[in-house]
Structure formats: C-alpha cells, structure tokens
C-alpha cells in the first residue's frame, strides 16, 4: 500500500513537473516573440536634416480658420460646391496610399492608407474611409497602431505640427487638442465646419493586453 | 455477426438512396409566363377607373372612367381586341397557377425586408409588403397568392442581379391594394377581386384584372410596359470599376484598383457604359446629353409622344418626380433629371430620369468619383450607394439604351460629410495581448514550480 502511494505520488510529481515546466517555456515564449514585434522598427522614417518641411498650403475657397473645435450638427445647409473645391475627383478605394504624414515634432515621415481595417494598419497609418480625405473641409481621421506608427504619439504638444501630403497638396495642420477617451466613445468622429485632422491610436500606450482607451489629437488646418 | 448487418445496413442505405431518386418530385422548369395579346397593355380591366393615370402602352376595359393618358399604345373600349386580350389573360392565370411552387409561404406572409430568387411562390391566404423588398437573379419570378395583396406606402420593389420586370408575375385572387408612393415591378395579374392604386405610384409592369381597377383620385400615377433586355451580358456579383482618366491639372498618387470594394446594395453586371472623357459631348439646352455610340456628338433628340388623340384634348399630367426620392432623405446635389439625395447612415440616393417622355429599357451608371456602379432599368432610376466615398466630387449618370445613342447628363457636384457618431478604428495590435497571455503563462509555470519546491 505504502509503495502503491509512492508511485501515484512521483507519478504526480512528474506531471506537475511537465506542466510547469510548460506553462514557464510558453509564457517566456510568447513574451519574447511579442517583444521583438513591440521592438521592431515599423514607423518608417525618411526624414533627414535636408527633408523639405514647407509647407505649400493649397488655398481652399472656403478654408476657416479656427483654434477651435466645433463639432456641428448634421443638419448642414444645403450647398452646391465649386468645382474648385473637389480636391480629389477620383476617390482612392481601400488599401490605396493616398499620401504621407510627416510630424517634425518626431522626425517622422509615414505613409497614409485608405482604410482601417488591419491589412492598411500593417502598412502605415489608417485613413478612416467615413471621413473626408485630408484637406477637404471637414473632419479628416487618421488612425494608427500605439506600438508601430504611432508609439511617439504621446510626445507631442498643443502646438506641434502635422503636415499631410497628398495628391491635391500639402496641407499643415496645428495640434490645437490632446484628448483621452474611452474606445467606445462615438463623438470623436462627427462632422465639422472646417478641415480638421483628427488622429487616433490606442492609450495607455503601453498596457498589456487590449488597451481601453484612445489617444486623440485635433488638429486645425493652418 | 457484425460484419453482417454491416452489409445489411448499407445496403438499405444504397436501395433508399436509389429509390428515393425516382420518389423525389421533378422540379418544373420555371418558364415565362405569354401573356399573349395582353402583353402589349399595361392596364386591363373588366371595369377601368383612371384620374392622373399615365400609361406606356394599350388599355382596355368595358367600362372606363376617365381616360388615361397613352404613350406608344391605344385604348380598346369592349372590342375585339380587349376581348382576345381579356381571353388570354385567363389562360395566363391559369397557367401561372398550374406552376409547381417552389417555395410554400405562410398566410399573412410579409416580404418586406426580403431578398428573394427566382421561383414559384405560393401563398395560401394574404401577402403584404410592409418595407422595401428585393427580387434577385435573372429569371422567372411567379407569386401565386391565394389572399390579397396589399403594399404599404412608400414601398419599393428592387430589381437586383438582372431581375427585370417581364419575368415577375403577380397572380392574385383576392383583392390587390397597392398604397401611396409605391414602386412596383412586374406583371400584376388578378383573377376575381378588386385592384386599387393608390396616389404616386409607378408600376414598372402591367395590371391585367378581369375585375375592376381603381385609380385613387387625384393621381398621378405611372404604368410602363417593360421590355425584358436580351441582349445585356450576363451579371455578375462583383462590379468592375471603370477608372476614368481625370483631365485636371492635379498631380495624383491614387491608383484604384481594378475592382471596386464597396458594397453597393445592388451587384451589377459588367458596365457596357464606358466613360470615356475622350468623347466630345455636345451640349445643348437640355441637361441630358446625348452622346452617338461611334463618338460623333449629336445634337439632342426630341422625344416625340405618339399617342391616340383621345375623345377629349387634355394636357400630359405632370408626373411626381422625383419618383424614388427617400422620406428621411437631404438634398445634396441636383440638376434638371439627376437628384442626389444624403441618407442619415451615410449612403446616398440618385435619382434620374430620362428626358421628356423616352422610353427605353438599358443600362444607368452611376460614377461617384471614379467608382462606377451600373443597374439596368428603363426610363427612371432609384439608386442607392451604401457606402458612398466621403468628400466632394462629381457624381456624373450615364444611361446607355439597348440601342440607340447614350444619354449623358450634366455632373453634379457633391459633398458627402464625415459620418456622425462613427466607432473609433480598432488600433489594437495582438502583440500586446500576446505578451499578456505570456505573462500569464509565466506566472502560471513559477507558481507552480514554486509549489513543487515546498513539497
């Protein structure tokens, strides 16, 4: 009786043993693999000392000029715009680079995919389709992953500038707010009465498992 | 002992599996339904009642009320030809009910909110259409409704997939409501009860009663007899994407690909409309253009009504336009044919006639910025874009007959704003929640270790 005890305790023993042993390599395992990917170099930087940053604003008819920003209702007037106002006749479909945003701030030139969804993620930063394009007169969003494109995002400050190049132009953008709010939030992307860039990626910056918030930058057309 | 009824059972398996071949019914192949001579009326009726009714196409009746206004037709009152018409259509309905059903509804049924497939429908008590409902594929649709059938106002039978209004049969034996501001598709064929029409409808088809139709007073309402396009290549479920070579100054770095994603709620066949910017269009005074198939721009064509001149001179009614505009709808772009509408979920809405009073059966195109969708149709169109591109852009409407010269109109500038209350993109990357499970694993493997190590 007293050897039978012994077997199922070794026995035991060894299970425990296999499992921990497990449980130790996988976790080491998994926390390493996302390390290297957290660590990779993702936000591709062309910048350098001679990068033209001057900005050639294109003169938009109907630009406002505001530090504020005004969320309007959507009960917008009815109006027939110029043909001078479309700034881009073809509209860009899903997974088109559609240009670069570079922030001096960060010394960082990254490109701008039309779309959100992971496939555009991957490559630079997200233009969300329901948006305007930036430049147009309205709210222009742009999202981006905390751990690639957007890991430096937390070092800017009201103030910095966010200089958009697409196919209609260079357009500057002055950070005029720094929000925090919750990922489910739905009164960041709404209609505005002038061109704003709205940009958006995952807060706290650094928490383990899925972040619950968002970090929001809003930023004026200048 | 086992492997016997191992054999045993197999081979009841195979024997049911080859007799019930032979027990399973033979489907009917779905077949038009001839109308015979009532093909070329649009309204037919034992007793006629009109007020504001135009109709593209003969009518006839033994009695009448009011005279309709005929494009293309004539107006038979209680003579030969309304007769072999009024015979035919009885051997239509008898016909069309000796189908065997391929789908068995419920009394009461309500198709709204429905995409249906070509088949035979059979509904032993009434049918209602609550919201807008959808007929896909391009073949024969027969319903055959024991009840009545009653629309609600505001309701819209879509077309998608190469579904066209000849192929859809309506036959009905109790009473036919159609309300206020209905689309309707197809051929309506009512045996034995009453057909009431309600203000501002449009029927892309034909009412072929052997009872009595009822125009609610004061009208307008529209009947188009539809011609079923052969011709048209076969439709496909993903639409191409013509990209038109923009002739502004603008430098672009856009390169759209050849197949547009965006999910337009009607797929469409391969656009035969080619926009091609290289056509020199001729404009006159009318907003529709009309562009000559070879690129020879020509002058507008003058659509010349050929009615009968009826016992009493009346002027044309002017038809509600536009005819598929949406209740909760704005306004964002308009020209003299073309309307564009906002929708509060951010799709839009176009809508587009011929001019005058054409009358053709062919291809519309929309192009909203380089993203084309196209649906065939005839003389006026409701469109509808889900997810249109947001900005501000061209929206130009083509519509290209099956033959004759292509209509181009005017292109209307628009501006779509951001959408309101939209969910912020998930930026989330695995790695992070990678690195969580890891931890846990982690802690999970010293926990345990830690614990081996006390006994």
């Known amino acids: 009786m007293n050897n039978m005890n012994m077997k199922n305790k070794v026995k035991n023993r060894k299970r425990v043993n296999l499992i921990s ?47 504020s920003f005004v969320p309007v209702e959507t009960s917008y007037p009815i109006s ?49 389709s329901q948006s305007v394009l930036p430049g147009e007169n309205n709210n222009s969003v742009l999202s981006g992953h905390r751990d690639t494109v957007f890991a430096k995002l937390g070092e800017l400050k009201l103030g910095n500038t966010l200089i958009v190049e697409t196919s209609a132009g260079i357009f ?48 004026d057309l200048i | 002992m086992k492997v016997r009824y191992l054999k045993l059972t197999v081979l009841i398996l195979v024997f049911t599996l080859l007799f019930s071949r032979f027990l399973m019914p033979v489907s009917a192949a779905l077949s038009e339904i001839n109308l015979g001579s009532a093909s070329t009326f649009g309204l037919l009726a034992n007793t006629m009642t009109t007020v504001g009714t135009s109709v593209y196409g003969d009518t006839g009746a033994i009695t009448q009320t009011g005279i309709p ?14 007769n072999t018409a009024n015979s035919d259509l009885g051997n239509a309905i008898i016909n069309a009910n000796s189908q065997t059903p391929t789908i068995i509804g419920t009394p009461g049924a309500d198709l709204g909110g429905l995409t249906l497939l070509p088949g035979v429908y059979s509904y032993p008590g009434a049918v209602n259409i609550g919201t807008d409902v959808t007929l896909s594929g391009n073949d024969v649709f027969i319903f055959q409704i024991e009840g009545t059938l009653d629309t609600v106002a505001n309701t819209k039978i879509s ?60 009208g307008p309402s529209i009947i188009t007899v539809p011609t079923c396009v052969q011709a048209l290549p076969t439709p496909t479920v993903t639409p191409t994407v013509t990209v038109t070579p923009t002739t502004s100054a603008l430098p672009t770095t856009v390169t759209p690909t050849a197949t547009a994603t965006s999910p337009a709620v009607t797929p469409t066949p391969t656009p035969t409309a080619v926009l091609s910017t290289a ?5 006159p005074t009318a907003s529709a253009v009309v562009v000559a198939p070879t690129g020879t721009p020509t002058a507008t064509p003058t659509a010349t009504p050929t009615a009968t001149p009826t016992a009493t001179p009346r002027t044309m009614p002017v038809p509600t336009y536009p ?22 979920n951010g799709g839009i809405v176009i809508v587009a006639q011929l001019p005058d009073n054409t009358k053709e059966t062919g291809v519309w195109s929309f192009d909203l910025g380089g993203v084309v969708y196209t649906i065939e149709g005839n003389r006026s169109v409701s469109y509808t874009v889900l ?28 501006t779509v704003p951001t959408v309101t209350g939209g969910e912020l993109p998930n930026t989330a990357t695995p790695w992070y929640n990678m690195l969580l499970v890891g931890s846990v694993f982690t802690i999970m493997g010293v926990v345990m270790w830690r614990r081996k190590l006390r006994e």
């Not at chain 1, 998994?30 to 050639?56: C, D, G, R």
């Not at chain 1, 088109?96 to 555009?120: F, M, R, S, V, Y």
């Not at chain 2, 004539?74 to 309304?82: E, T, V």
């Not at chain 2, 005819?323 to 509060?344: F, M, N, R």
């Open chain 1, 21 to 67: 042993l497990g449980s130790l390599i996988l976790g080491v395992f998994f926390i390493s693999w996302a390390m290297i990917h957290i660590q990779k170099e993702t936000a591709p930087t062309v910048y350098t000392e001679n990068t033209n940053l001057t900005s050639n604003n294109v003169i938009q008819q109907n630009a406002f000029k505001s530090n």
């Open chain 1, 80 to 128: 027939t715009p110029n043909h001078d106002d479309i700034l881009y006749p073809i509209r860009p479909l899903e997974g088109d680079t559609i240009g670069n945003l570079t922030i001096p701030a960060l010394k960082q030139i990254i490109p701008i995919i039309h779309g959100t969804d992971e496939d555009e993620l991957e490559k630079g930063i997200g233009h969300f």
């Open chain 1, 172 to 219: 500057t953008y002055k950070i005029s707010a720094i929000r925090i709010v919750h990922k489910e939030d739905l009164t960041i992307i709404v209609p505005t009465d002038h061109a704003v860039l709205t940009v958006i990626t995952c807060y706290p910056f650094h928490f383990i498992g899925a972040a619950p918030d968002r970090y929001i930058l809003t930023a």
């Open chain 2, 69 to 82: 206004f005929l494009t293309n037709g004539s107006n038979h009152i209680n003579d030969s030809a309304y």
């Open chain 2, 159 to 218: 077309l998608t997939n190469g579904a066209q209004a000849c192929n859809i049969y309506w036959v009905v034996k109790g009473a036919t409501t159609l309300a206020a501001n209905t689309s309707f598709e197809g051929n309506l064929m009512s045996e034995s009860a009453a057909v009431t029409v309600g203000i501002n409808t449009t029927i892309n088809g034909r009412i072929l009663s052997q009872n009595a139709v009822t125009f609610t007073n004061p």
């Open chain 2, 279 to 283: 056509t020199p269009l001729v404009t």
């Open chain 2, 323 to 344: 005819t598929g505009a949406p209740v909760d709808g704005k306004l964002i772009g308009e020209s003299e044919l073309v309307e564009i509408w906002l929708l509060p």
């Open chain 2, 387 to 414: 997810k249109a591109p947001v900005g501000t852009y061209n929206i130009s409407v083509k519509f290209t007959p099956q033959s004759g010269p292509v209509y181009s109109f005017e292109a209307v500038p628009v």
